[in-house]
């Protein structure tokens, strides 16, 4: 997840006061701070600038692929990102998602949600097994390419593309 904010100089710039940070990596891209976070911890909002909001990226855990000879991709975390959140001068739990398990067989593990503040991105819906379904998900996970037409799983509304359908004996496109 990321958090691009405005770059603090000295507090104040041209009389109006940046917001304020901490936690995550923290980097400077042209005149914003980012904040990005590889796994869960707290966004704290120490000093609330003149505009009081941040563009935000949310990306959740993908879904494991299928297991056996024809099983479906898994399929990618839900995908949300948005200009001029309004946020608070508060700390602000951030939960990154984690993929789902890998199998050898079977269906495969969704992934795990990601959230900020009001925010959840959708974990990737796990690939269907040998003779099974997509998984719904952030991103839909794919069908089982075996035995029988099957269908992948449905994607969240806004958050990323279906999964793509079986075929008796191999799987085609999303």
């Known amino acids: 997840m990321t958090f691009p904010l405005p770059i603090v100089q000295g507090g104040v710039s041209a ?7 901490t936690g995550g990596t923290i980097t400077t891209d042209g005149n914003f701070k980012v904040h990005t976070f590889n796994s869960s911890g707290t966004f704290n909002v120490t ?7 941040v563009q935000y990226l949310v990306i959740a855990g993908g879904g494991a692929g299928g297991g056996n000879d024809y099983g479906g991709g898994g399929g990618a975390g839900g995908y949300r990102t948005a200009t001029n ?3 608070s001068q508060q700390a ?13 067989s079977g269906n495969g593990n969704d992934g795990s949600d990601s959230t900020f503040d009001t925010i959840t991105s959708d ?12 998984r719904d998900g952030g991103s839909g996970g794919g069908a089982s390419g075996c ?6 799983g449905s994607a969240s509304s ?9 075929e008796t004996g191999n799987g085609d496109s999303a």
């Open 15 to 21: 009389g109006a006061a940046f917001t304020v940070a």
């Open 158 to 166: 806004g958050q990323g593309n279906d999964g793509g359908d079986g």
């Open 147 to 152: 035995c029988s037409a099957f269908d992948g």
């Open 85 to 87: 959140h309004t946020i």
């Open 123 to 134: 974990g990737g819906g796990a690939g269907g097994g040998e003779g099974n379904a997509g």
């Open 47 to 53: 000093q609330l600038g003149s505009d009081a909001v």
């Open 92 to 104: 602000y739990t951030i939960t990154v998602g984690a993929g789902g398990a890998g199998v050898t």
